[in-house]
């Protein structure tokens, strides 16, 4: 007999959360490695709302980069490259020699590449009309100031 299988629309953060950390775990067992921790930055507002955002974490030598985001109104001013550097000074602190990301043709793949990203990969029409990339930076050592 096959369990009960139910096909959520909006799951629970706690239900998320178990599938995550199981696979967390199973890949720091099959890497042996389990060094993983968030990694992010932010900026506020005077009222301390986050005006822009980067999130991602570090995990046996690398970083990865999950969300980037700029509130439109601030966009084109340097914000997403100064926190694309925090958080690459941060990795590099941890140890980490490569960033990965990927990125959507509609959101920044230029942006990314500005900052010394290589495309390593794509698949077209992901989603339809569109391309999704997949992206590394090799961080070269911080050097004592």
């Not at 696979?23 to 506020?44: P, Q, W």
Request: charged fraction near 20%.
């Amino acid at each position: 007999m096959y369990p009960h299988i139910t096909v959520e629309e909006h799951p629970t953060h706690e239900d998320i959360s178990f599938l995550e950390n199981r696979i967390i775990e199973y890949n720091y067992a099959a890497v042996g490695a389990s060094d993983g921790r968030g990694l992010a930055a932010f900026v506020h507002d005077e009222r301390g709302e986050i005006i822009a955002g980067i999130s991602g974490y570090t995990w046996a030598g690398m970083a990865e980069l999950e969300f980037l985001w700029v509130h439109d109104q601030l966009r084109g001013q340097g914000i997403g490259a100064q926190l694309l550097a925090e958080v690459e000074d941060e990795a590099r602190r941890r140890g980490c020699t490569l960033c990965i990301v990927s990125s959507y043709s509609f959101q920044a793949p230029g942006f990314y590449q500005k900052n010394g990203y290589q495309v390593v990969g794509s698949m077209t029409g992901c989603p339809p009309g569109h391309t999704s990339y997949w992206m590394r930076k090799d961080l070269a050592p911080l050097t004592p100031d």
